[in-house]
């Protein structure tokens, strides 16, 4: 099974997923009827019919359990609502989108790990600091997110590669101001189950920002970061049939192209994201108090963890 840009686990690799979850594809289908028919009596939730597929991926990832996945679905839209900076006017043609490809990558890797892991990589493609804007940077990362579990992928757990060999000190000038609040989104708004953190060519000027993203990762998480001096190092962790040609890896392409394929499948459902633009939290019907915390989304503060570079 696969798509133009990513491939999917086989039938038994997907059966595999559910038996480590204790559930099965029937189970689940009925659960997902069960949270649809919540959702439709949450006075302030979106219409479940439209994202259907959406419910299924974030209840396999809360580890099929209906609780957990109903409040990561009312975190989802709550921050929809909440952050428009990251989550709103998504136009994958928009210009101030298209300058934002040109300048950085986030994309997922085609092939998944033997364990049904998938692989996303996230780098500065352009040192030039002026096109650079961090809001459009996260408004980017955020919808390849929101495409591949509303549409396009299935998988079990999460690993993410932070290169940052083209990082600037403007660059992280830029970034810092709004960091927090972006890792409170994404570990919030998306229940994904990150395995391990990989962060390649790290200068020692961005140990702030690293610091900073400890501060607001669960403790759990934080501990699964690995800093790697080099290639090789990174492929003691990751298979090279997976990482691209770029990155010492056997996969047929190049991460350049593997942008331009995953540049394609965002353009391609234009129509997806304009309509999804309105699927968001009615703050004027909500009953209960939101399930976020307001306080994350403000600037910087706070004490942060160090990590040490081994």
Sequence with gaps: MATKTLILPTPDKL???????????EKVNADVLTIMEWMRKQPHLPNPEVDERRIRLFLILCKNSMERAKESLDQ????????????????????????????????????????????????????????????DYVKVNFMSIDIRLS????????????????ITMAHLTAMLPQMKKFVYCATTAYPLRIQEIHILNMPSYA??????VLGVLKKKIANRIKIHNGIE?????INSDILPLDYGGTFPKNSEELIVDWQEE????????LS?????CDENRRTKKPCVKVNMLAGVEGSFRKLEVD
């Excluded at 934002?100 to 892991?117: A, N, R, V």
């Excluded at 999804?276 to 968001?280: A, G, K, L, M, R």
Aim: aromatic share 12%; charged share 30%; net charge neutral.
């Design 15 to 25: 059966k595999e997923i559910y038996q480590d979850l204790g559930t099965t594809e």
């Design 76 to 135: 989802y839209y709550t921050l929809k609502s909440m952050v428009p900076e990251f989550f709103g006017n998504r136009d994958p043609t928009a210009e101030p989108l298209l300058r934002s490809m040109k300048t950085s990558l986030f994309i997922p890797l085609p092939k998944l790990t033997p364990e049904g892991y998938r692989i996303s990589l996230s780098r500065i493609r352009c040192p030039d600091i002026d096109n650079f804007e961090f809001s």
């Design 151 to 166: 549409k396009l992928d299935m998988f079990k757990k999460e690993i993410f590669v932070f290169d940052l060999k083209d």
């Design 207 to 212: 140990q702030t920002m690293v610091n900073m």
């Design 233 to 237: 190092d990174l492929k003691k962790h």
């Design 266 to 273: 965002l353009m391609k459902h234009r129509d997806w994201y």
């Design 276 to 280: 999804q633009n309105s699927v968001i």
